[in-house]
Structure formats: C-alpha cells, structure tokens
C-alpha cells in the first residue's frame, strides 16, 4: 500500500467521522430542544395556574369568610367602610391589581395563553363596574402602581373602566 492509498484511507475515514459527528449533534440538539419546549410547558402551566389560584383564593376567602363577604356586599353597594375593612378593601385592590399586572407580564413573555389572558382583562370591565365600593381603592392602586406605564393593556383598561364609571384618578399616569 503505499502513501497515496493510505492518504484516501485516512481521509475517508475523516470524512465519516465528521459526518458521525454531525449526526451526533444533530440528535443532541433535538433532545435539547424537546427539552425546552417541555420548560416551557412547564413554565406555562405554573404561570397560569399562580394567575388562577390567587383568583380562586380570593373567590373562596369571599365565599367562606363571613367577613370577607360583608366586606364584598359593600364593595356592591357602596356602604361606607370601617378602618378595619378599609385595609382589607385596600389589601383586595392591590391583589386584584397586582395579578392582572402579572398575567400582562405572562402574556407578553408568551407565558400565558391568549383566552385566559383575555378573561382576565375582561374581568377588570366587570369587577370595576359592578363594585363601585372598591373603584376607589382601585383608582388608588392605578396611581401607585402604574404610574410607569409598564403594564399598557392593564392599564388602558382600568383607565377607561374607571372613568367610564365616573371615578377620579388622582393623578394621569400618561
């Protein structure tokens, strides 16, 4: 065998290995990207389930604490507040608003499907119109926290709930 032959040899050999190696990685990057396609799943179903829990904690907190739903019937008829339940009025509005922020920040990373999302903005039209005792806490929450503008969809939307409502806000966050 001389020099020539063992050069094609070699080469050849050369070749199939890189090819070997091509096939390798092409299988890893697969199993890689099924990975995180399963991340993602993953981060999608704890995303929306934070967004629903904290909505069905509140729901059940008005439903078996008779305190809870004394408080939500003068949210519905506009009694007047104790200091007491003027806190928790306040500390209701600033969840209610902090996971509607959320779930914009979840949608816009692409976290949240859009459906669920959509009831969500949809439920700032129904919360804020049928509750006229807690649209100024709300109003309140909307000074404090979005004053930014880092939540766009959130925030036009409690804007124009609220003013639709006849509710003052302190100050315009635009």
């Known amino acids: 065998m001389n020099l020539d032959s063992l050069n094609k040899w070699l080469t050849l050999l050369a070749n199939f290995g890189v090819i070997a190696g091509i096939a390798f990685l092409a299988v890893e990057i697969s199993q890689q990207s099924e990975s995180l396609d399963q991340s993602n799943r993953i981060a999608m179903t704890n995303a929306e389930a934070s967004i629903r829990m904290t909505s069905s904690s509140l ?51 692409g976290l949240l499907d859009e ?6 903005i949809m439920s700032i039209d129904n919360i804020i119109d049928s509750l006229p005792g807690l649209r100024p806490l709300i109003a309140q929450q909307y000074d404090v926290r979005l ?28």
């Open 59 to 109: 729901q059940d907190n008005i439903a078996n604490n008779p305190e809870t739903a004394t408080l939500y019937v003068k949210f519905l008829t506009n009694e007047q507040l104790t200091p007491i339940e003027a806190i928790q009025s306040y500390s209701i509005a600033s969840t209610l608003l902090q996971n509607w922020i959320l779930a914009e920040r979840y949608f816009q990373q």
């Open 147 to 174: 004053g930014s503008g880092q939540s766009p969809i959130v925030n036009s939307r409690i804007l124009s709930a609220l003013e639709r409502n006849g509710q003052q806000i302190l100050a315009n966050p635009n």
């Open 115 to 120: 459906p669920v999302f959509n009831g969500l």
